[in-house]
Each structure stands twice: as C-alpha cells, then as structure tokens.
C-alpha cells in the first residue's frame, strides 16, 4: 500500500498548486486534508479509513474555515459601479409609497427606488440593496 502514500503526496502538491494558480480559496482546502491521510498511510492504516478522513477533513474545513477566511481575505476588496451605491445616502425626489416605485438622488444621479414603507420628498434614504435597476431604501 506504499502507492497510497504517493497518492495523497500528489493530492496534497496537486490541490496546492492549483489553489496558487487560481487563488480562489476552494482547493487549498482538499491540499490540507491530504495531509492526515499522508501520516495515516505512513502508518499502513486502512485505506477506507485514509478516504474517510480525508473527505470528513476536507469538508470540514471548506464548509466552516472557508467562509471565515474569505471574510478576511476581501477586506480590501472595492466596490465598484452598482455595488459602491450600498449603503450610501441620498434623499427622495418623487415620492415612495410601500412597495411603489419612486426617485431618489444619490451622488448626483436619480435612481428608481423603492421601499417596504412610505418615503415622503426631501426625506433622506440609505440604500439598503439592489434589485434590477432599482434601488432598495429605507428612510433615515
């Protein structure tokens, strides 16, 4: 069973060069659950054994570490176009009514806008979303 031991080596080596060209944080997680089959198959344990740890390793760590790391990760992340108008404030220009689509001013440009409660003109807004064209808002 000495090919086992080669066979996560290669898994491990694999998965971590993948993740280098990539860098999209999903293969770097089966590189790191390689590596308790390795020792496991340094010892001659059980392959059905090696391939559960692996694929309980693996998930474990994609499933619970990834999105902690991802967070992390996309701190300097910057919105651009539509996704940098979020959280932002501006004022109503034509009325919202509840669920009935209004105008709004933000940086110097009028949007759609709608909204789950009644917006007078004037009043500010916070962009909560966006939904199609439209911009989600609540009053301030």
């Known amino acids: 069973m000495e090919w086992l031991i080669y066979l996560w080596l290669g898994i491990f080596v694999g998965a971590l060069a993948f993740e280098f060209i ?3 944080m999903v293969s770097i997680w089966f590189s ?3 590596i308790p089959s390795f ?3 340094l ?3 059980n392959p059905i054994i090696q391939v559960i740890v692996f694929a309980l390793t693996t998930a474990v760590l994609l ?3 990834r999105p902690v790391v991802l967070k992390y990760f996309k701190v300097n992340e910057i919105k651009t176009n539509v996704d940098s108008v979020i959280g932002q404030e501006g004022h109503v ?3 919202i009514s509840a669920n009935v689509v209004g105008r709004v001013k933000l940086r110097a440009q009028e949007w759609s806008a709608i909204s789950d409660e009644d917006i007078e003109v004037d009043e500010k807004i916070r962009v909560l979303d966006i939904e199609g064209v439209k911009l989600i808002v609540k009053k301030l």
Do not use: H, M, N
Request: aromatic share 16%.
């Open 22 to 24: 990539t860098a999209d």
């Open 32 to 34: 790191l659950g390689a």
């Open 39 to 41: 020792i496991l198959a």
């Open 43 to 45: 010892f001659e344990v």
């Open 63 to 65: 499933f619970f570490t």
């Open 93 to 95: 220009i034509s009325r």
